[in-house]
């Protein structure tokens, strides 16, 4: 690996600059992996940039050791990773200017980085660039699930590193490769960064700019189609216009259709209403229901809104889901368990509920229905006595979100059909969403920790979770 600096290059020009706008680099020690890109991706570019970032991080090792780990990687990962543009692709590599600082940076990006982890949940650690690069440098290559960045956390720079680097290019934007392979001469040319002198690399990367005549593309590129400037800039105002008159038709039409059924919706609810009035009831369908479902507890009644409590087992969930995410020890169902129970028996808990039927578990959320404005789930509820042997249902006790019920919610009370609004609530206290991590996170925190005796058995007996998973060990007794 050759440790001169390279500059000077044809293909990293102000003219190349002006003909490869979308292919750029910042930060860079020298001008080697910019001409480089340009070389392999000029043929092979989609219709997004590419952008290659170095980033130094000055921090001494103490420094770095007093920092916890979100502010550590509040240090080590840019805005665009964090942030990313979805117009380009991006390789960025960040090394530390003390090597001593940069091996703590790798520690800290290894233990909290990744798929599964806290930070950059969305890039897959790259463990086969990891050992190929080995005997070389210290480092780490992180690849994002939608294929368009790669990241490289190295504990120091130096110029044969940064030479190196270069060599498994295709590797960090596999997506441009993946059709169009390799030739001959491109990998020659990425053969030439490990030899020990750039003699080889700057001859082939002048060869293949003569390939380029950068001057009569620069003109080809921006004249092209000048001729035909005006009439394009007339096509493109009749495409204007003819979309602005489209947009303000179909406003018309949606201004008519809304209409039409805001007079069809009224007509229904004065036929409704006048159905309800000449019936002269005391008892209505709803107050049968709420009188005959032993698992609904009414807590008020105020004109349209009705606050109430809805209690069952959590038996609405998508099983593939879970048979999925109940292996992963180090995913979420796992990450926040009370340290007096252990994943193992965590496992053996959940199986027990949601895959043998061993147990049950009792489930609750709090809802206010109105019969003017929908359908809500009471967030932070605090729950009355009879709810106590119940886990609130995660997903609506803390993110009060229930989802499309809501809707269907809605598309009863359109049909006068009240029960059917009402149980929708019932629907969705039971349900549990396995694919939602932020909240399968507290529900398994609040499960393991609960001292709640939320766990029945087939004879009706509750237990606490910790009770149940003595039970499945066979050290339980309920005997005192």
């Known amino acids: 690996?050759?440790?001169?600096?390279?500059?000077?290059?044809?293909?990293?020009s102000d003219a190349a600059d002006r003909l490869f706008s979308?292919?750029?680099?910042?930060?860079?020690?020298?001008?080697?992996?910019?001409?480089?890109?340009?070389?392999?991706?000029?043929?092979?570019?989609?219709?997004?940039?590419?952008?290659?970032?170095?980033?130094?991080?000055?921090?001494?090792?103490?420094?770095?050791?007093?920092?916890?780990?979100?502010?550590?990687?509040?240090?080590?990962?840019?805005?665009?990773?964090?942030?990313p543009n979805s117009s380009e692709h991006n390789i960025v590599i960040i090394y530390m200017s003390n090597a001593e600082a940069g091996r703590k940076m790798l520690e800290i990006i290894k233990a909290n980085a990744g798929t599964g982890k806290r930070h950059m949940g969305d890039y897959t650690l790259q463990e086969d660039l990891r050992v190929f690069y080995a005997r070389k440098l210290n480092a780490l290559f992180y690849h994002s699930a939608d294929d368009r960045s790669t990241?490289?956390?190295?504990?120091?720079?130096?110029?044969?590193h940064f030479h190196a680097?270069?060599?498994?290019?295709?590797?960090?934007?596999?997506?441009?490769?993946?059709?169009n392979p390799l030739s001959e001469s491109e990998t020659a040319l990425l053969k030439s960064l490990?030899?020990?002198?750039?003699?080889?690399?700057?001859?082939?990367?002048?060869?293949?700019?003569?390939?380029?005549d950068i001057r009569a593309e620069i003109i080809r590129t921006k004249l092209a189609g000048f001729e035909t400037?005006?009439?394009?800039?007339?096509?493109?105002?009749?495409?204007?216009?003819?979309?602005?008159?489209?947009?303000?038709?179909?406003?018309?039409?949606?201004?008519l259709r809304d209409v039409a059924e805001k007079i069809q919706e009224r007509k229904y609810t004065l036929a409704g209403l006048e159905?309800?009035?000449?019936?002269?009831?005391?008892?209505?369908?709803?107050?049968?229901?709420?009188?005959?479902?032993?698992?609904?507890?009414?807590?008020?009644?105020?004109?349209?809104?009705?606050?109430?409590?809805?209690?069952g087992y959590a038996d609405v969930y998508d099983q593939e889901a879970f048979d999925k995410y109940v292996q992963n020890h180090k995913g979420y169902l796992y990450s926040q368990l009370n340290s007096a129970i252990t994943k193992a028996q965590m496992e053996r808990l959940y199986k027990a509920i949601f895959a043998d039927g061993i147990y049950k578990l009792r489930i609750c959320a709090a809802y206010t229905a109105d019969m003017k404005n929908g359908l809500k789930a009471a967030k932070m509820y605090m729950f009355p006595p009879e709810s106590n042997s119940y886990l609130p249902n995660p997903h609506?006790?803390?993110?009060?979100?229930?989802?499309?019920?809501?809707?269907?919610?809605?598309?009863?009370?359109?049909?006068?059909?009240?029960?059917?609004?009402?149980?929708?609530?019932?629907?969705?206290?039971?349900?549990?969403n396995f694919y939602d991590s932020t909240v399968m996170m507290k529900f398994a925190r609040e499960l393991s920790c609960l001292s709640k005796s939320c766990i029945e058995k087939s004879d009706g007996t509750l237990l606490t979770p910790y009770e149940a998973v003595l039970e499945l060990e066979g050290s339980y007794s309920s005997e005192p």
Not at 57 to 80: K, R, Y
Not at 229 to 247: G, M, N, S, Y
């Open 1 to 12: 690996m050759f440790t001169k600096e390279i500059h000077d290059l044809t293909l990293t």
């Open 22 to 83: 979308n292919i750029t680099e910042s930060g860079t020690p020298d001008d080697s992996f910019l001409a480089t890109m340009r070389v392999l991706l000029r043929k092979r570019m989609d219709d997004r940039g590419v952008r290659l970032i170095c980033k130094r991080v000055n921090l001494s090792e103490i420094e770095v050791s007093t920092l916890s780990a979100t502010q550590a990687m509040g240090w080590f990962v840019p805005d665009v990773i964090q942030y």
């Open 229 to 255: 400037a005006f009439e394009r800039v007339r096509l493109d105002e009749l495409k204007a216009e003819i979309d602005k008159h489209e947009i303000e038709y179909q406003g018309y039409l949606y201004s």
């Open 165 to 179: 680097l270069q060599m498994m290019l295709p590797k960090y934007l596999p997506s441009l490769f993946k059709n």
């Open 396 to 432: 609506i006790q803390h993110h009060g979100c229930i989802g499309s019920y809501a809707m269907r919610f809605q598309e009863y009370m359109r049909k006068r059909d009240y029960v059917g609004a009402i149980d929708q609530a019932v629907v969705s206290a039971r349900n549990l």
């Open 194 to 212: 490990g030899d020990k002198t750039s003699t080889e690399y700057e001859r082939l990367i002048e060869e293949f700019a003569k390939e380029i």
């Open 275 to 311: 159905c309800e009035i000449d019936k002269h009831s005391d008892d209505s369908e709803i107050m049968g229901y709420f009188q005959c479902n032993k698992n609904l507890s009414l807590i008020s009644v105020n004109g349209t809104v009705v606050e109430f409590v809805v209690h």
């Open 151 to 160: 990241v490289i956390f190295t504990d120091r720079l130096e110029l044969k």
